[in-house]
């Protein structure tokens, strides 16, 4: 019989070996518990909504993905009116308009979910098909007080301080105040899509390039190096907002952003945010359009190159598809997968605090089975994550699968060890091992494996962090 060949199917190829599962997975322990330190509650959506409910805010039907059945099942309903959510905001949406009269506003939520996109697959780019997203909002009813957006960068300061992955700066700019500069420089409606995106370009492309692109949208070569050259000019967060009040004095949204950003600065130290983690940044231009307020990407200072690595910002109206309540917020997202798979690419990946290979317990006489056992429920009733070698081999093989699997410490027995009461304890990374009587094991297994975590933290811990 022939075989079917096992292959992953593009942009679907993101799984992990076990070590990387535990490290992805300390990843997202650490945002969940950012994010409840906050106040943020969790919920979960369905992975399939109504492609109505999907496509309601203007979702690219070529990104959705349509379920549907290898044997056709017309009265199946999920097969021909449902759809994979591509992001976790649309469900969210359709959630507060049907849940509103039983949620408590200022209603705060984290998820954390997969989603699915048909974009096209870029590995080297952390583009994929079906990726993790780590999601959360604030939302009220009616009015969203600016220090909502002002506590957002809080949040994003304590998940990526967390998470050990070097120095990341957190840029903000005001959807007003992008507006107002290109009515401010004449940009037409038709032509204002092609400047932003120009200008998105600025950290990412030659000055050549967004220079042509500007005039490409319309803008003279004069007109395009001026943008460019304010734009691009970078300047503490205090000389930004200075500069602003110059260029954009007597442009009405202009000097609205411009306020609104003095505020929310302002707010934001008062939540304790170091001025070296914030920059106004101008190039910093969200694609979607329900964007209103402020907006935040944020980069890695050594590593530019794999662009912002948590994004969001403030819009007017979450819901107005769903219901004619006003639900305004603010929120971000973290795209985990991708973030992920470039810190494993450029070696930033942090070890698991704590993973299932903690004790191994090789049986060296399987005749003392039951003794071996018992070590072994004494450990995990201590909370000692413990696996025993219930296989016959030698001890050499044994201890050799313990080292491939990443255990930290075997336990090691023979006839003369239980015949005297007592269990060798190796440290596998240091090769050391020590004598201990059976009533003295657990302490002595616990305190090994602080030791051993001590001593891999400091070995993992990045500089700049």
Known sequence: MSKVQPKLLKGFDQEYLPHEQLQFNRMIEIIRKTFELFGFVPIETPAAERKEILTSKGGVEKEIYALTRLAAAPDDEASTKGALHFDLTVPLARYVAMRERELAFPFRRYQIQKVWRGETPQARKGRFREFYQCDIDIINRDKLSYLAEAEIPSVIYSVFKKLRIGEFRIRINNRKILKGLLQKFSVSQENSAGVLRALDKIEKEARSVVLEDLSRAGMSHVQAVELFSFVSTRRDTDETLHALSELTSQNEMCEKGTAELKELVAAIRKFGLPDSALRIDLGVVRGLDYYTGTIYETTLESYPELGSICSGGRYDDLASYFTDTKLPGV?????????????????????????????????????????????????????????????????????????????????????????????????????????FPLAEVVAAVKNALEESVKREQFAQVPRGS
């Open 331 to 435: 929120g971000i997202s973290i795209g985990l997968t991708r973030l992920f798979s470039k810190l494993k690419e450029v070696g930033l990946l942090q070890p698991a605090e704590r993973r299932p290979t903690e004790a191994f317990i090789a049986i060296m006489d399987h005749q003392y089975l039951d003794w071996y056992l018992n070590i072994a429920r004494l450990l995990r009733e201590a909370g000692v994550n413990t696996e025993v070698y219930l296989e016959k081999a030698k001890l050499r093989n044994q201890l050799v699968h313990a080292d491939k699997k990443g255990f930290r410490l075997a336990l090691i027995a023979g006839q003369s060890e239980v015949e005297r009461g007592v269990v060798q304890i190796k440290d596998l990374s240091t090769q050391t091992a020590s004598e």
